[in-house]
């Protein structure tokens, strides 16, 4: 609503607004296809499981963190993954800010099986990934790539381009060719992936990367559809 009044205020200003949607004539609002970029690393977590047992730990109970977890567990099912276990820290803001509680929903899931966890919790996904190096698992990271923050004991990030939506808007506008209206960036835009560098390359072997890289070509060839959670709030694997 506050985007939306400011943009109505300054007509001749364009706006760009990330992870939201707006509808007015001088807004793009970018959001991402977070369900592709979790289904990759949740076939990498599949993969790499020994227990096949794997968990989820979201931040805020909403379905955009829902939608996270779906494409999470339909990755991983691909990769021979027979056990889920997702959680969410809570249902008020204070959910994304509390690595404390992130830490002991991921023990919980550890201690029923889970060797990979995937957090997509805001700050308290720190807690989550501490715990699993802790407890001798693999953590996975989310939005940014956070494989630094343990190498060698973080599997991969799913990474959200937030930086390719900016520059793509700015380019856009000094181009003449800004437009308004709500664009979604998946695989095939560049808007999400999986993070493959120096901290992680050892945990991910040459058959996992191929395996990776064809799913994320499947997905783009439209021949693996990752179901959006958001599109009718039910996930098709639990």
């Given amino acids: 609503d506050a985007v939306a009044k400011v943009a109505k205020e300054f007509p001749d200003t364009k706006f760009v607004l990330v992870d939201s949607v707006v509808d007015a004539p001088n807004v793009r609002s970018v959001v991402f296809k977070e369900d592709e970029g979790s289904y990759l690393v949740g076939l990498l977590a599949g993969l790499k499981s020994e227990t096949k047992k794997v968990g989820f730990v979201g931040g805020m109970d909403i379905p955009l963190i829902r939608k996270f977890g779906c494409g999470y567990v339909q ?3 691909a990769g021979g993954a027979t056990q ?3 959680n969410m820290t809570g ?15 991921a023990k919980s899931q550890i201690d029923q099986g889970a060797d990979v966890v995937y957090a997509a919790a ?6 989550v990934l ?8 693999l953590g996975i990271g989310v939005d940014s790539n956070q494989n630094h923050l343990h190498p060698g004991k973080i599997l991969t990030s799913m990474v959200k381009k937030v930086d390719v939506a900016v520059y793509n808007a700015f380019q856009d506008a000094k181009d003449d060719k ?13 808007g999400v ?16 990367k191929a ?28």
């Fill in 130 to 137: 501490q715990t699993a190096v802790d407890n001798g698992k």
């Fill in 193 to 208: 992936d999986w993070a493959l560098d120096e901290n992680n390359a050892p945990l991910v072997t040459d058959e996992m």
């Fill in 91 to 105: 249902t008020t803001g204070a959910a994304w800010n509390d690595p404390v509680r992130g830490g002991e929903i």
């Fill in 122 to 127: 805001g700050a308290t996904g720190l807690g």
């Fill in 178 to 190: 800004f437009t308004a209206g709500t664009q979604a960036l998946g695989l095939k835009e560049g």
């Fill in 75 to 77: 990755g991983a099912k």
């Fill in 84 to 86: 889920f276990f997702q």
């Fill in 211 to 238: 395996a990776v890289e064809k799913a994320k070509a499947d997905i783009i060839a439209g021949t693996i559809k990752v179901h959006d959670y958001m599109s009718d709030e039910t996930c098709p694997v639990e």
